[in-house]
């Protein structure tokens, strides 16, 4: 069973930063692109940043020069850097290993923007 395991979240006020780590298995990290979703209360998942097993990247509007996606070949793990958060960047953060018809997710880790 292929697992991945996220990390980093909390709380933080608004304009504060936070980093979300996603460890994912030595088996499929160097060939599955890897994405961070994330779900709001009462609002449909939606795709935050993705970067291909090659690095590159591509980000959703709302977090473009916000949210920077990152990948360490070494430690086989990808992070999500969030600058200047807003409390509408609340919500439970997964990342998704993909790679054709194959996709793994983590459990998820809960972020919350609050002063």
């Known amino acids: 069973q292929v697992q991945l395991v996220e990390s980093g979240g909390g709380l933080v006020q608004p304009g504060g930063s936070l980093r979300l780590s996603c460890a994912a298995p030595v088996s499929i990290f160097s060939i599955y692109d890897i994405g961070w979703y994330r779900q709001a209360p009462g609002k449909q998942r939606e795709l935050v940043a993705t970067i291909t097993s090659r690095g590159r990247t591509k980000y959703a509007d709302s977090v473009t020069g916000r949210f920077t996606i990152s990948r360490d070949n070494a430690k086989k793990m990808v992070y999500l850097q969030m600058n200047s958060l807003k409390p509408e960047d609340t919500a439970v953060y997964c990342c998704?290993?993909?790679?054709?018809?194959?996709?793994?997710w983590g459990q998820g880790t809960q972020v919350t923007v609050s002063s």
């Open positions: 998704r290993a993909e790679r054709g018809l194959a996709s793994y």
